[in-house]
């Protein structure tokens, strides 16, 4: 192949879904999905709660099994069978709407966790790491801190960096202002905006429109168990082709919302 193929060449999506499947009993959660997530985007997710957003992640990060299709990593698999799940969380960041922070540990415990037990990082290595993190979100000085004496925001913060403690190549984010006080999803969205500016490759589940507007490569409105209309953030939330995603921006403009 010559340099000139070479450079035209596509680069390969950080992460396909191909006809994703997923059902709980008779109830079909996620039908036939499918998607490609750039390298260094931030896509979005939205839709009503219980449309299948937070689903989509589980699966992806194999915390939910899916029942057809493939997701497929930087040109791998890392799903069905065989597939190490260890290995893939790694490699895919999750960070819970409820923070999901080990209470009898430190912050820096908590940070540290990971990088020792999954990749056998020294203990004098997972702290320089840790620390270097807390710090870059504003947290230095509380290391010795227990979960319970920080805010809602700060504990964000914090699931957020356990997260990038393992260097991920994808680091997805369901709902991580839902479970915050209207003061402190500021604190939480600037930090979201400083790895969108440094290239982090995010996938994010959220009812947060305007945030979405601002930062979003791609947007995708989920209803009917699928993805029922996606494009950029001026396409979907400026201008929705489909009846359903106009009538659900609608409810949240005259909720003052967006």
């Known amino acids: 192949m010559s340099n000139a193929m070479a450079m035209s060449a596509p680069s390969v999506p950080a992460i396909e879904l191909r006809d994703i499947t997923k059902q709980y009993g008779d109830v079909k959660i996620l039908d036939r999905v499918s998607l490609d997530v750039p390298e260094h985007s931030i896509t979005c997710l939205i839709g009503a709660s219980g449309c299948g957003k937070s689903t989509l992640l589980r699966c992806v990060t194999g915390l939910e099994t899916i029942d057809s299709g493939d997701i497929v990593l930087a040109g791998d698999f890392i799903s069905g069978e065989g597939v190490d799940l260890n290995h893939v969380r790694t490699q895919v960041g999750f960070v819970f709407q409820s923070y999901n922070l080990f209470p009898n540990m430190t912050i820096l415990e908590n940070v540290m966790l990971a990088p020792m037990e999954v990749l056998k990082w020294s203990k004098a290595d997972a ?126 403009v005259d909720a003052g919302r967006m």
């Open 127 to 252: 702290y320089e790491r840790a620390r270097e993190l807390l710090a870059r979100v504003g947290l230095s000085g509380r290391e010795d801190s227990y979960p319970h004496r920080l805010s809602g925001g700060q504990q964000q913060r914090v699931a957020i960096v356990r997260a990038l403690a393992m260097d991920p190549k994808v680091l997805l984010l369901d709902e991580i202002t839902s479970a915050l006080d209207p003061e402190l999803v500021g604190e939480v969205l600037t930090l979201v905006r400083e790895l969108a500016d440094a290239g982090m490759t995010m996938i994010l589940a959220t009812h947060e429109m305007a945030f979405a507007k601002e930062v979003a490569d791609q947007v995708c409105f989920l209803s009917e168990s699928t993805i029922y209309e996606s494009g950029t953030a001026a396409e979907v939330l400026g201008q929705p082709q489909r009846e359903r995603t106009q009538a659900f921006l609608k409810r949240i």
